[in-house]
């Protein structure tokens, strides 16, 4: 079945360091990839995604492409703020007879000290 | 930019109590999902709805829970009675081209 992985948090880092959260995924075919961020008590809002091999998907200086040969969409960005402390969900999307379905890792609690 | 509606966001309640909750999509998504999602994981579905009809409720814990979108627009997520366990975050999604766009989410204590 479709699985995705994702480094183990938590994660602690310096204001400005820069930010690599990996992600790499199991599935048939050419799934959609996704990162959604959680800010706490709120929902998930997405981040980001790639429909294709090779795309690269950016938003608010984050940036994460889908490598087909690595299986990966891992989640950068070069200068981490405290406003980025949250929880960042890889995950990817399939169609399963007709219907999308999202496959979540387990989510990555980062926080950025000053 | 359109969003998804939940309500309530907070709602506390003493367990064998019944609780409801409500979501309206973005106008136009046809597809709309319920999500839990207890502290410190990730959410995962309960329910997927295709315009008014239900396309999987296999992780739904049918005895206590139900989910209705009669009109094929909002709908409402049922538990009764609830139980300690249920605690968690209460997601609604909908999707339009294979992207699920997340409403606030209601969080339930169940005392």
């Known amino acids: 079945g479709n699985s995705v992985t994702q480094m183990e948090g938590p994660v602690t880092l310096s204001e400005e360091a820069f930010l690599t959260i990996n992600c790499t995924y199991t599935?048939?075919?050419?799934?959609?990839l996704f990162w959604y961020v959680q800010y706490p008590g709120e929902g998930l809002q997405l981040l980001l995604k790639?429909?294709?091999?090779?795309d690269k998907g950016s938003n608010k200086g984050f940036e994460a492409t889908y490598r087909k040969e690595t299986t990966s969409f891992h989640l950068e960005k070069g200068s981490v703020q405290v406003s980025d402390s949250a929880v960042y969900f890889c995950?990817?999307?399939?169609?399963?007879?007709?219907?999308?379905?999202?496959?979540f890792g387990t989510g990555t609690r980062l926080t950025i000290i000053p | 930019e359109a969003e998804v509606a939940q309500s309530p966001r907070y709602k506390i309640t003493e367990k064998s109590q019944a609780v409801a909750f409500w979501c309206d999509p973005i106008?136009?998504?046809?597809?709309l999902y319920w999500y839990r999602q207890i502290l410190g994981q990730g959410p995962e579905l309960l329910v997927q709805?295709?315009?008014?009809?239900?396309?999987?409720d296999s992780q739904l814990p049918k005895d206590r829970f139900s989910a209705e979108r009669l009109k094929g627009v909002d709908s409402t997520l049922k538990i009764q009675p609830a139980e300690l366990g249920d605690s968690a975050m209460y997601l609604c999604?909908?999707?339009?081209?294979?992207?699920?766009?997340f409403g606030p989410g209601t969080r339930l204590l169940v005392l």
């Open positions: 999604a909908s999707s339009f081209q294979e992207t699920q766009y």
């Open positions: 599935a048939t075919g050419y799934p959609s």
């Open positions: 790639a429909t294709k091999a090779d």
């Open positions: 995950a990817l999307s399939k169609m399963n007879f007709g219907n999308e379905k999202l496959t």
């Open positions: 106008s136009g998504h046809a597809t």
């Open positions: 709805f295709q315009d008014e009809s239900v396309v999987d």
